[in-house]
C-alpha cells in the first residue's frame, strides 16, 4: 500500500536549522510530484513547497522562500525539505504528499 513517511522533526532554537525526510513507498515516485505542507496549532494546512518529478522545478510559500530547500532523491524515492534560519513561527506538524496520499506528519517546534 501507500506510504508516506515524514522523518526529522524535533525541537531547533531559532535560527537553526533541521532536515526533514520523506520516505514514500507503494507508488512510482518518480512520476509524482511532491508537495511538503505544515499544519500549525489552530490553523489549516498551508502548502510550502512543490517540487517536480524530476525535481528541476520548485515552488516555495512566501513565507519560507530564501529559508528552506525541497530536494528528492528518485533512486531512493526519498524528498527532504531542508529549513534553515527557523523562526518560532515555523513551528507546526510537517506533512509529505504525493500522488494523493500523505504521511502521518512530523512535529517541528521552533523555541528559545
Known amino acids: 500500500q501507500v506510504q508516506l513517511v515524514e522523518s526529522g522533526g524535533g525541537l531547533a532554537q531559532p535560527g537553526g536549522s533541521l532536515r526533514l525526510s520523506c520516505a514514500a513507498s507503494?507508488?512510482?515516485?518518480?512520476?509524482?510530484?511532491i508537495t511538503w505542507y505544515r499544519q500549525a496549532t489552530g490553523k489549516g494546512r498551508e502548502p510550502i513547497a512543490v517540487?517536480?518529478?524530476?525535481?528541476?522545478?520548485?515552488t516555495y510559500a512566501d513565507s519560507v522562500k530564501g529559508r528552506f530547500t525541497i530536494s528528492r532523491d528518485n533512486r531512493e524515492n526519498t524528498a527532504y525539505l531542508q529549513m534553515n534560519s527557523l523562526k518560532p513561527e515555523d513551528t507546526a506538524v510537517y506533512y509529505c504528499?504525493?500522488?494523493?496520499?500523505w504521511g502521518q506528519g512530523t512535529q517541528v517546534t521552533v523555541s528559545s
Open positions: 517540487i517536480s518529478t524530476t525535481g528541476s522545478t520548485t
Open positions: 507503494g507508488f512510482t515516485f518518480s512520476e509524482s510530484a
Open positions: 504528499g504525493g500522488a494523493g496520499y
